[in-house]
């Protein structure tokens, strides 16, 4: 089967600071400031074309780390990425310049991927068409709603047809018929054999899209493998962490943090 990524060791570090004056610090004086933490802590799989991985994990495991480093827009710290053709990331944060208005950031996203203005005048009106924004679509970014945002982010993603489709909570903003006809393209693109990365907190919708899972936890790839055999021990996990008193919860925290400030990358 062909590679469409191969993800080897990636580890993504932060510097967490006091306060804002030891970052400048920390420029000058190199690691006397700030205390390191991985979001990621050694991760390798790779990913064949077609296939279709749901990233699941509580909160802070590190999925929209991961999905910024596939889509180009991070770079990780440690390890390599190999990526087998165009990335378009569809986020929350989808990377919209607020003070432009929604017609004037198509243009300005596809000039950054290559387009010419040729193609993006045939482009745009299909774009307008499926973000579905009304007279909205000549207003500032900054006067939209983050579902409008995310309407305005996956139809300039879905439409420029990439290979690779990192889609990052992107959903869970929209109302439901919008959510229906992103799936609906989701599921056109998985039946053409794109490869698709899909950051979800419902399980459900995981199950129902993806084939295979990465469970993360506190920055390290805890299962990589079919989602019939992932998803069911993620589900019990999740059972057994939320019957933890509060006290427990925080413990299994502060461990996992632990980790991830104590992590030697391997070089
Ligand atoms: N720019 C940053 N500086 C410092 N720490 C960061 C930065 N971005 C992310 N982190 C930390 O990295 C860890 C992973 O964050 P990430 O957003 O990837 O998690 P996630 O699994 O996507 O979480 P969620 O489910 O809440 O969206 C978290 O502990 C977060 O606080």
Redesign the pocket.
């Known amino acids: 089967m062909e590679k469409s990524i191969i993800v080897n060791n990636v580890a993504k570090r ?1 510097k ?1 600071y006091q306060k804002p004056s030891e970052k400048i610090l920390d420029l000058l004086l190199p690691k006397s400031y700030g205390e390191e ?1 991985f ?1 990621l802590r050694g991760v390798s799989f790779e990913a064949e074309k077609g296939d279709v991985i749901g990233f699941i ?1 509580v ?7 991961l999905s910024n480093i596939l889509a180009g827009i991070v770079p990780p710290t440690y390890g390599d990425v190999t990526i087998n053709g165009q990335t378009a990331l569809i986020a929350v944060q989808s990377g919209l310049d607020n003070n432009l208005t929604g017609r004037d950031n198509i243009e300005l996203k596809c000039l950054m991927l290559g387009f010419t203005k040729e193609q993006i005048k045939e482009l745009e009106p299909e774009i307008i068409d499926f973000a579905d924004l009304g007279k909205f679509i000549d207003q500032p970014v900054k006067s939209y709603s983050s579902g409008m945002k995310s309407r305005l982010g996956f139809a300039i993603s879905v439409t420029i047809d990439p290979d690779i489709l990192v889609i990052d ?1 992107a959903l869970s903003v929209g109302d439901k018929s919008f959510a229906e006809k992103c799936l609906d393209k989701m599921n056109e693109f998985k039946a053409r054999g794109k490869t698709i990365f899909f950051v979800s907190h419902s399980v459900g919708q995981m199950k129902r899209f993806c084939d295979k899972a990465l469970w ?1 936890e506190f920055g390290k790839a805890k299962e990589f493998g079919p989602i019939e055999e992932v998803m069911p021990k993620y589900e019990k996990f999740l059972e057994e962490y939320k019957s933890m008193s509060k006290k427990e919860q925080k413990t299994f925290r502060q461990k996992g943090a632990e980790l991830q400030s104590a992590y030697e990358p391997i070089t």
Request: proline share 0%; aromatic share 14%.
């Open positions: 932060y967490l933490f979001a994990g909160n802070g495991s590190g999925k929209s780390t909570e993360l």
